[in-house]
């Protein structure tokens, strides 16, 4: 077919998927408008007001779920299925120009059509290694045949025309898993897998690979290689476009699997976990809907960073915290030494606590007697001794054992008076009986209420209580540490530190029964202690977890050395560990130099590797810091995308005036909606955030602010994802020293 022939197919065929683009946003706004004129009309056909709360609660949600952004594409891929009719695919692929790069599988010739830029404005994420944990909603040739000559555009969220024909398949739909999974080596009936390009939520490109005749283009997608590449600005975007097949198998793991990813930099550990709670989500709406699910994030500039990614797939329900914001019951006001903390966050406390609480437990010394005003009632010390020996060996949150034991004391008056009557009390003598001060004194002899507060504060207030709930847990310097030397009077007064809000967490979950998640992804996970393990096993006791991390990443003092012993604290023992190496986003350069702390960092993991072999390294002596760092900004500010400037964090505030004064606006880590593309960041907050250009201020002050310095190093040097400026006046830690020329 002549060149012009061939031109004029490309061009036909991209008006054509333009136009279908164009329909599935008429499409998708008529569905909303449609949920809007039900949400304003839902206290109409209501019954009563509760059925009109909770309907426009629903609807409400429905209406959020179908926004629409048109700088971000509702669809990227097509699948057609073997014996789709594509008259345009067939001519095409007669003639059709080689693709730049070889096949993953074969030497794939591929239809390319290019308008502008080939861009796909959605985030991407690192290729990773997993083994497969789950079979779930699995797409495979022995069942494509159910959609033999059918075609699917895959895209963000499910659009329907008026007849309820679908216009894009939800990413997580059955079907959709052969987008990601489907090979020239098992092409699990696909003919062609289209792949869209995209420049400000126009469709500029498409790129086809022939998977029934062997086509398959892997890393060697030209869409898929400038998504990975494409500068960013803000928060980050969701992977939907460019999930890899071993990912998948990680986001769609059952809803009943615990897993664990120990991720190197760059390997989308945080994007995999976020897709795996949008999938679950899909799958199990509404048990999800009831139990919830809970992201847990380090610190609050990145649960910003991450929080625009869930809502751009249409899951605006899901809960977002730091492990101090989930056990805040009380107000931090006060700093503590850090082997004070360290004790505290000690998984001994756990049993300290527990044998705290065993200790308020007392024995019967006498019997009762209750009046109800016509009789007099008693229970013997012999039934008394039994009701509090059963109650404390059921092993009850010690707040329902009081409650049980009230309960059992009542139904011995209730048997005395329904032989006495022939005839049962009252529920109002019941509930009056159970408030009487003889019940209640001696619920308060035996059993006495308890507050987590309150238990703590008695704990670390009373020397003798302390040793005793300590014995053979801690010696007597490290009592003497966690004791309290001028203790408040009372808890309401105390002076509380973030490590006594762990302790008040564990209290309150030994007290009563904290409400729990059905699902919870917990990321940068090697920096919680064991009590903090302990209180989001608490939280998600009856649900699964997805455990995202890196043991090399580890800054805090308690840092993980081994994901079995966290998984244990977490009451996931069993959970499957899965190592993610392989990535795309750092530039393999970058990976290399920070790869140069690994054996300094004493934790096993392997090294990380990245495919992707542009980016650029500069690790330059300078003589002024300050001035430097102007002149490297200045410079990055010249190409496209984000810029970080990370260093100590008491050198912050100073590089941030500096740059203010060179006329250089900037943001802080926290503020990921501002328009500023230089963000100035400490480096104890940089963990889970990347920029485009990245520019690090003297490692050595960055080492030597903390104990575990060289990994906070670690962490710095990998949040680039094109290009890494090292400045350093001081000379480079040891290890990276051989770096230098």
Known sequence: MPALDLDTHLDTDLSAERAHLATSRAALRRMRERAEALFASGDQVAGDAYAAETLGRTLARRVAELADDPTTPLFFGRLDFAGTVSPEATDNDATASQTTGSATTNTATTNTATTGNTTTDTATTGNTTAEPTSTSTSTSTSTSGDHDGRRYHVGRRHVTDERGEPLVLDWRAPVSRSFYRASARDPQGVGVRRRFGFSNGVLTSFEDERLDRGEELGTTSRILTAEIERPRVGPMRDIVATIQPEQDELVRADLADSICVQGAPGTGKTAVGLHRA???????????????????????????????????LGEVEVEQATVEELISRVPVRAVEAPAVAALKHDVRMASVLQRAVRAQIGAPTESITVSDGSFRWRIGLEPLHRIVEETRREGLPYGTGRERVRARVVSLLQRQAEARRAESPSDAWLRRMGRCRPVTDFLDAVWPALTPEGLVHGLLSDPARLAAAADGLFDDTEQALLRWEKPARTPKATRWTAADTVLIDEAAGLLERPSGFGHVVVDEAQDLSPMQCRAIARRSEHGSITLLGDLAQGTAPWAATDWKESLAHLGKPDAVVVPLTIGFRVPAAVVAFANLLLPALAVDVP??????????????????????????????????????????DDAVDGLRAALADAGVETATADDVSAAERVTV?????????????????????????????????????????????????EPLPAPLSIAQP
């Open 607 to 648: 090294a990380a590797e990245s495919l992707r072999h542009d980016g650029g390294l500069d690790v330059r002596t300078v003589t002024d810091l300050t001035a430097a760092t102007v002149a490297e900004v200045r410079a990055a500010l010249d190409h496209d995308g984000s810029v970080g400037v990370i260093a100590a």
């Open 681 to 729: 960041v400490p480096a104890t907050l940089v963990k889970g955030l990347e920029y485009d250009h990245v520019v690090v201020v003297e490692p050595a002050a960055i080492v030597a602010a903390e104990p575990r310095g060289l990994h906070r190093l670690y962490v710095v040097l990998t949040r680039a994802v094109s290009r890494l400026a090292v400045l350093h006046h």
């Open 278 to 312: 949008a999938y679950l989500l899909y799958l199990h709406r509404e048990r999800l809907r009831r139990a919830g699910v809970l992201i847990v994030g380090p610190n609050r500039a990145f649960l910003s960073y991450i929080a625009a990614v869930l809502p751009a």
